[in-house]
C-alpha cells in the first residue's frame, strides 16, 4: 500500500478527470451504511485502488494493487465487515471524478474528504462532533440528471 496523503488539507491531483468504476464502504456490521470505517473507488486506467477514510482529526488518502485490495477485503469481510456499494447513491457509473480533496473543518472538528463529479454527483465523509465515539459518516449529493 502506498500512503499518498495524510493532513487536514490536500488535492489528489491523481485523480482529477479519471473515471470511478467502483465506489464500495467496508462498514461494521453494528453500523449503519452511512457510516464507513474505509472507502474504496476503484478508478480506470490503469485501473488502481484508492483507499480513504478519516481517523485521529486527519484525512488519509492510499493507492492499493488489486492483490492489496483483495487481501484487505478479506481481511475486513473476516472481522464482523461488510461492504455496501455507495454507487446507486451517486447515479449512473462510471463517473468522471472532477476533483477529490481534503479540507479543514470550519468548526474544528478535523477533516473532511469531498469526491466531487462533473456530472454534479458528491460524497463527502464527514466527522461526527468531537466526543461522539460515532467517528464520521458519508453524505451524499445526487446529480440532477440521475433523479
Not at 499518498?4 to 473515471?19: K, P, T, W, Y
Not at 473476516?78 to 461492504?83: A, E, P, S, V, W
Request: hydrophobic share 35%; aromatic share 10%; charged share 25%.
Amino acid at each position: 500500500m502506498e500512503r499518498q496523503h495524510q493532513d487536514l488539507n490536500f488535492d489528489v491531483c491523481q485523480a482529477r478527470n479519471r473515471d470511478v468504476s467502483q465506489l464500495i464502504g467496508a462498514v461494521d456490521l453494528s453500523r449503519p451504511d452511512d457510516q464507513p470505517t474505509l472507502v474504496f473507488a476503484l478508478f480506470t486506467e490503469p485501473n488502481k485502488w484508492h483507499r480513504f477514510f478519516l481517523d485521529i482529526g486527519c484525512a488519509f488518502w492510499d493507492l492499493q494493487s488489486e492483490e492489496e485490495h483483495t487481501e484487505e477485503i478479506d481481511d475486513l469481510l473476516g472481522d464482523d465487515m461488510r461492504l455496501v456499494d455507495y454507487r446507486q447513491l451517486l447515479g449512473e457509473f462510471p463517473m468522471t471524478l472532477e476533483y477529490a480533496n481534503s479540507t479543514e473543518e470550519t468548526n474544528g472538528h478535523g477533516a473532511r474528504i469531498t469526491l466531487q463529479f462533473e456530472s454534479g454527483a458528491s460524497m463527502t465523509l464527514v466527522p461526527f462532533p468531537p466526543r461522539d465515539e460515532r467517528g464520521y459518516h458519508v453524505v451524499f449529493t445526487r446529480s440532477a440528471n440521475s433523479e
